[in-house]
Nanobody, 115 residues
Framework: QVQLVESGGGLVQGGGSLRLSCLAS????????MGWYRQAPGKQRELVAS???????NYADSVKGRFTISRDDAKNTVYLQMNSLKPEDTAVYYC?????????WGQGTLVTVSS
C-alpha cells in the first residue's frame, strides 16, 4: 500500500509564497511521474505541474514563471514552490504519483490566497 501525505498549505496574502510538500510512503520502488493538481470550488481538478523521473517539468500556463516543481527521490518527496500567489490560486492542492503498481493521490491541502 502506498500513502501520500501533503503539507504546507494555509492562508497567505496575495503576492506571498508557500511551499507544498508531498511525502510518499509504503511499497515504493521507483516513482515515475510526480505531479500537483488543484481543484477550486465549483471547478474541475486541473494539472498545476508535473515532473518526470528524468526531471522534465510541465506547468499550467497560469502558473508558469511563478511556481516551481521539484522532487527528491531519496526522500520520495515532491515539492511545489509557489511565489507571487494570486487569489485565483485558491484551491485544494493534491499530489499524484505514478509508480509501477499504479497511480496514487494525496488527501489534499487547502491553499487560500487573500486579496
Amino acid at each position: 500500500q502506498v500513502q501520500l501525505v501533503e503539507s504546507g498549505g494555509g492562508l497567505v496574502q496575495g503576492g506571498g509564497s508557500l511551499r507544498l510538500s508531498c511525502l510518499a510512503s509504503g511499497s515504493i520502488f521507483t516513482i515515475n511521474t510526480m505531479g500537483w493538481y488543484r481543484q477550486a470550488p465549483g471547478k474541475q481538478r486541473e494539472l498545476v505541474a508535473s515532473v518526470s523521473s528524468g526531471g522534465s517539468t510541465n506547468y499550467a500556463d497560469s502558473v508558469k514563471g511563478r511556481f516551481t516543481i521539484s522532487r527528491d527521490d531519496a526522500k520520495n518527496t515532491v515539492y511545489l514552490q509557489m511565489n507571487s500567489l494570486k487569489p485565483e490560486d485558491t484551491a485544494v492542492y493534491y499530489c499524484r504519483m505514478i509508480i509501477l503498481s499504479g497511480q496514487f493521490w494525496g488527501q489534499g491541502t487547502l491553499v487560500t490566497v487573500s486579496s
